[in-house]
């Protein structure tokens, strides 16, 4: 992680001089963060691929990248093991930097 310093250069009014003014650092991070994501079931796959658009694109932006992980949770996770939230999806989960969890139901 580095820091960068900002600086901006105005006008003052008034005065034929220009001079600089020191803002707070910025931090710079360029790291892959890992991401569980649970998707959910119902219109929680659509929402997911959704944010998952914004999540590169903003990631992009700010020379960020993801690292994505998928578990079933809710109503999907019933169907496939009979049970609501397994110990792995838990686990997948704390083991990742961040959580996106989309919507869930029966």
């Known amino acids: 992680m580095a820091l960068a310093s900002r600086v901006q250069v105005r006008r003052v009014a008034g005065s034929a001089t220009s001079r600089q003014v020191a803002r707070a650092p910025h931090v710079v991070c360029h790291a892959t963060h890992k991401v569980a994501i649970l998707p959910g079931d119902g219109v929680g796959p659509e929402i997911m691929d959704a944010a998952l658009k914004v999540l590169d694109a903003a990631g992009k932006a700010e020379g960020q990248t ?11 996770a019933i169907d496939a093991t009979g049970s609501p939230l397994q110990k792995e999806t838990l686990d997948m989960c704390k083991a990742s930097d961040s959580v996106l969890l989309a919507a869930i139901g029966g």
Not at 66 to 76: H, S, V
Request: net charge positive.
């Open 66 to 76: 993801f690292q994505y992980t998928k578990g079933l949770i809710g109503g999907a």
